[in-house]
C-alpha cells in the first residue's frame, strides 16, 4: 500500500472525547518515558538525530530550532502549536485535530518539557471554531490524568487571516495586535511571543514527536528519503474521485497519491503547497514528494484538462492579493499588479511584454518581500510559464487578433 500512517495511525482507531481509547492505544507513553527517563537535552538529541523538519511549509530542522530556544537564557518561554491552516487546499491539520488530539497534546508536552516553556498556546484557525469543544475536552481530560503538570496549555482562536499562520504574525495576533510579519532577525526563539524564547510549530511536525521518542531517532532516519525524513501528511483535492487526507513516505512520487490514491484522470496540471505552490504538469507525475522538490504545507489541488492554467494563477493570485498583510511594498503592491496582468490577459487585452513582465516582477518579490507569502507568490506565476507557456502566448495572440478588428466587430 503506498500510504504510511505514523502521525495519523491513530485517526479512525481511538474516540477523539475518551483519553481513556487513546492510552489503551499506547498513548502518553512517549510522555511519560519523556519525564521519567529522559532530560530536555537527551530529547533534543533524539529530534536532531531524527532530521525531523517542520511540515508548516519552511521546513525548518526542529532539533536545531528546539536547542537555541532551550539555550535562550530566559526563565519565561513559549510553545506554540501554529493550527491556523489557512493555505488554500490544505485541510490535513483538521483532520488530525478532529480524530486525534490527545497525540497532539503528548507531542505539545514533551516539546515544552524540552524547550523548557511553561506554557503552550494552540491557534486555532478562526473556521476551525467547531473543533474548539473537542480540544478543551482533550486539554481537560490530560489535565485530570495528570500528564499536563509540567504545563498550561490554552487554545487561542485565529483571527481569520491567511498571513496570521506565518510565525511572527501570529504572534502579533495572539499579542492582541494587527496580524503583520516582522522583521526577522530577531528570531522568535529569541525574542518571539511577549518579547520571550518562543517555539513555533505546526500540528503535524509535534504528532511527530511521541513515535520518535518511543522508537529513536535512527528509526525515523529510516524512513523517507534524502534529507526528508518520515511521512508526510497531505490533503488532496480538485479533480479526484476520493479527495481526502493521505499520509505518505517522503519519496513517494506525486502520482501514488494522485492517481493511485486519489483516482485522478485526464489530469493537466497539479499544484502542491496551496495558492502559492508549485504547479507540475503531466509528464512530471514521477517527481517525488519530499522538501528537495516540492511540499510547502502539504495541501495538493489536481487540474484535470478542461482546466485553464491562466486562469488557475489569477484565481490563486487574487487569493494572495486579498490576504497579503500589506506591510511590504512588493508583496502588497506586486500581487495587484499581477492581478491587473491576467485580468488583461483573460478580457483579451494582453501584450506580448505581459511574460517578461511576470517574470521580472515575480523575481523582485521573491527577493524583496518581508515574509513568506510574498516571496511564494510567484512560484505558480512562474512555473505556469515554464511549462504551460503556450496558454499565455494564446491569450497574447487572441488579444493582438482583436485590437486589429474594427471596433464595431470587436
Ligand atoms: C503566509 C504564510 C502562512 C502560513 N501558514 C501556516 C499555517 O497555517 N500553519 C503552519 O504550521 N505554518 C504556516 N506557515 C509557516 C509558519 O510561518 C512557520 O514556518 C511554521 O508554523 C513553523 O512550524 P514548523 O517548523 O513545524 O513547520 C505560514 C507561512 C506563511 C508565510
Known sequence: MPEKQIVSMNCGKIDPDNIDTHIDQGGFKALQKSLEKMTPEDIINEIKTSELKG???????????WELARKAGENQKYLICNADESEVGTFKDRHLLAKDPFTLI????????????????????????FLLDLLTNAIEQ?????????????????????????ESALMNSIEGRRGESRYKPPFPTEKGLFDKPTIINNVETLMNVPQIILNGGEWFKTI????????????????VEKPGVYELEMGSPVKELVVTLAGAKNIKAVQVGGASGSIIPFDQLDTPLSFETLLGSGGVIVFNNE???TDMVHQSMIFLSEESCGKCTPCREGTEVMIEIFRRLEIGEGVPEDMEN??????????????????AAPIPVLDSLKYFRSEYEDRIEKSQILRRLPRSIA
Not at 511540515?55 to 530550532?65: D, E, I, M, S, V
Not at 498556546?121 to 478562526?126: G, T
Not at 495528570?146 to 487561542?156: N, W
Open 55 to 65: 511540515r508548516g511549509g519552511a521546513g525548518f530542522l526542529c532539533g536545531t530550532k
Open 106 to 129: 503528548e507531542g505539545i508536552a514533551i516539546t515544552a518539557y524540552a524547550i523548557g516553556a511553561q506554557t503552550a498556546f494552540i491557534y486555532l484557525r478562526a473556521e476551525y471554531h
Open 142 to 166: 490530560a489535565k485530570e490524568k495528570g500528564f499536563l503538570k509540567h504545563l498550561a496549555v490554552q487554545i487561542r482562536e485565529g483571527a481569520g487571516a491567511y498571513i496570521c499562520g506565518e
Open 224 to 239: 523517507g528519503t534524502g534529507n526528508s525524513r518520515g511521512t508526510k501528511v497531505f490533503s488532496i483535492s480538485g479533480d
Open 307 to 309: 482546466r485553464d492554467i
Open 358 to 375: 511576470l517574470e521580472a516582477l515575480s523575481e523582485a518579490m521573491m527577493l524583496s518581500s518581508l515574509c513568506g507569502l510574498g516571496q
